[in-house]
């Protein structure tokens, strides 16, 4: 079997072991193949004091995620969530284990992917179309289109008339916005974003979930998204993902249900929606409260 139909053979090879707890048929046929398929990651960061003793972020971490899937994945703080979206971004090599993307190993970024950070990532001396236009440039795509595609996501988040502003001159939810078309534009199969909404306040936070949700219902994006927010990860999950502790691995999988669109405001009298909220945060309680052995 050559290298490449062995690629294509793994992707439909159905989970085994610890993976067979992330099934969920209702999520996607389960004769799909897997899109990203990351198995027994393990990353190990070297202390500064203790070269001897290195922290182990991640242990033993697999996840598989089928193309158009949207998963959010919740966890304690320092818990490696962040580690995993940048091994699977190509921005962090991992100790052991593997991702892979269609079938071939991830060894540094590719142009399927893009990252949407929490802190923007803007450049201040750039206007808002130059700086979507920033991923382009970098990818060596300016071309006759290139001005036009970047204008459409411009208005597909809403922006439509401050092309020619500055991020100084926007609020934090429009320089999100922002950060959000410059992924777009490059046209990824796969959105890696790392609590993209932590920094705005709550009413900008349920607006720019809606608008996600609206702008990926449109785009068929496959997105994992890391939230420390259990109801932004039901409202915009097709699967959740609860992690461990530190050294992070998955600790359950949580099929949502809830039929779409969602919202904080039309959920919160459900009892579907209250009964997962509290099934996730017991989860998540037991792996920080005092003398569990999972504070360090």
């Given at each position: ?6 690629g ?13 707890q ?5 999520a ?63 921005l ?7 991702v ?10 590719g142009p ?8 923007y ?10 700086n ?31 092309e ?16 959000l ?54 409202i ?8 461990s ?15 779409r669109?969602r ?7 459900s ?6 909220r ?14 569990s052995?999972?504070?360090?």
């Amino acid at each position: 079997m050559t290298m490449q139909e062995d690629g294509r053979e793994r992707l439909r090879r159905p989970m085994i072991g610890k993976r067979e707890q992330q099934s969920d048929p209702g999520a996607a046929d389960e004769d799909t193949p897997y899109l990203i398929q990351a198995s027994n990651l393990v990353v190990e960061y070297e202390r500064a004091r203790d070269k001897t003793a290195p922290l182990v972020a991640l242990q033993d971490f697999s996840l598989d995620v089928r193309p158009g899937e949207f998963v959010t994945i919740v966890g304690p703080s320092g818990c490696g969530k962040s580690t995993f979206l940048n091994v699977v971004a190509g921005l962090q090599v991992p100790t052991a284990g593997e991702v892979l993307i269609e079938g071939k190993p991830v060894t540094g970024p590719g142009p399927e992917r893009a990252m949407v950070f929490q802190d923007y990532g803007l450049l201040p001396w750039r206007t808002v179309i130059k700086n979507v236009l920033f991923g382009l440039e970098m990818q060596g795509r300016v071309d006759s289109q290139a001005h036009e595609r970047v204008r459409h996501y411009i208005q597909l988040v809403g922006l439509s008339g401050f092309e020619h502003a500055y991020p100084r001159e926007l609020s934090g939810g429009m320089r999100q916005r922002v950060g959000l078309a410059r992924a777009l534009a490059i046209e990824p199969r796969i959105l890696l974003m790392d609590e993209p909404f932590a920094a705005v306040d709550l009413i900008t936070r349920e607006l720019m979930q809606d608008e996600l949700a609206r702008i990926i219902a449109n785009t068929g994006k496959t997105v994992i998204f890391v939230t420390h927010s259990v109801d932004e990860a039901i409202i915009l999950g097709d699967r959740l993902v609860v992690v461990s502790a530190r050294p992070g691995h998955v600790k359950k999988v949580v099929p949502v249900g809830l039929p779409r669109p969602r919202s904080e405001r039309g959920l919160r009298s459900s009892l579907e929606y209250s009964s997962m909220r509290e099934q996730v945060w017991e989860e998540l309680v037991t792996e920080v409260r005092p003398g569990s052995g999972r504070m360090d």
